[in-house]
């Protein structure tokens, strides 16, 4: 339930209100914007009279939301959520570029990697040292070790770092990553997100392959109903029928999401298309219909990659789409 406090409201009349209500059990969403101040009944509010609650004198209206999805929702939260990482920004109007390799390998490597990005133009540096792999016998990441690289390209180029935690036992090794990114796979690992809702950090959250747009605002509901309000959603393909992509990148989900939530959605085209020629393309189409960012995997020496090399982009390709994209995102009135 969404309720709007008179103009005129003070905070007094407000605290008491929102207390009112947790004496009854239910959690209080606060939103103030420029002119309104809006509250958000969470819980079962089905039995709640509408017209009791207008009855209030500060009251001005109360809406009932029939998303499943409150704090995600965009009738709870009017504004786009800009969410803050350094000093770039989702959610603004500006379209930062996340890049980097899918795995880190060696020092070396994600620095080099690192400072190719950088002068490109990419704000953020990805890299996987914890990765999901389908099969037990592939390369793992290297765990650890892999984060005090990543951490050592950071230092040395000042990319803040996005990177993959798969268990919470792995969060000790998170001081100095800036996003945590929770992958395709555990988009419905509820424990792991409820989890990420008690951490200060800002959460990428991956879509499942198989997962509907609901069903990843539902998870994205589950870290900021658990207190973290910080959530970046990503498109990376889903599957379907046809198997001529790895995945089927789902574009109208950028014009969706901005329709019915106020979170920043961004676009994986490397894991949506899995083939390097074709992730040019779809980076200018996400573009093109408004993401909120990219994240790019890119590879100094693509043939030789433990992780995902045919859909990496060398740093020489990179460079090259990234002075295409700021053309695309101009028609937008966007910068990249
Ligand atoms: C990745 O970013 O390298 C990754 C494994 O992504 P996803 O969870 O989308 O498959
Ligand atoms: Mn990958």
């Not at 709870?76 to 890049?99: C, L």
Request: proline share 5%; charged share 20%.
């Amino acid at each position: 339930m969404i309720i709007t406090l008179k103009h005129g409201t003070t905070d007094q009349q407000m605290n008491d209100f929102i207390d009112s209500w947790k004496q009854k059990g239910f959690g209080v969403h606060v939103s103030k914007g420029e002119n309104l101040t809006i509250l958000g009944l969470l819980g079962d509010t089905s039995s709640l009279d509408t017209e009791m609650v207008s009855a209030n004198p500060f009251v001005d209206t109360v809406q009932r939301v029939s998303a499943p999805y409150k704090m995600a929702s965009r009738t709870f939260h009017p504004e786009n959520s800009v969410i803050k990482v350094g000093s770039t920004s989702f959610g603004n109007g500006e379209i930062p570029v996340i890049a980097g390799p899918c795995s880190v390998e060696t020092e070396e490597q994600v620095i080099s990697i690192a400072k190719d990005v950088k002068a490109a133009g990419a704000k953020l540096l990805r890299g996987g040292a914890f990765k999901p792999r389908t099969s037990p016998y592939s390369f793992q990441g290297l765990g650890e070790k892999g984060l005090q690289f990543l951490v050592a390209a950071k230092k040395e180029t000042g990319l803040p770092i996005v990177t993959e935690l798969m268990d919470i036992r792995q969060l000790k090794y998170f001081d100095d990553v800036d996003v945590i990114q929770i992958g395709a796979r555990n988009m419905q690992n509820f424990d792991l997100l409820k989890e990420m809702g008690k951490v200060g950090k800002p959460i990428l959250l991956k879509r499942g392959m198989a997962a509907t747009v609901k069903e990843l605002l539902m998870s994205a509901e589950y870290i900021m109903a658990s207190g973290n309000e910080n959530v970046i959603l990503c498109e990376r393909g889903v599957r379907t029928f046809d198997n001529y992509t790895r995945n089927c990148l789902d574009v109208s989900i950028v014009p969706y999401l901005h329709k019915v939530s106020h979170l920043p959605i961004i676009i994986d085209p490397s894991h949506a298309c899995g083939q390097r020629w074709m992730v040019p393309e779809l980076a200018k189409a996400a573009v093109a219909c408004n993401t909120d960012g990219l994240i790019i995997e890119v590879h100094n020496n693509p043939e030789k990659a433990l992780c995902d090399g045919e859909q990496s982009l060398h740093p020489t390709e990179f460079a090259s789409l990234m002075k295409i994209l700021p053309q695309i995102a101009a028609i937008n009135g966007r910068n990249v």
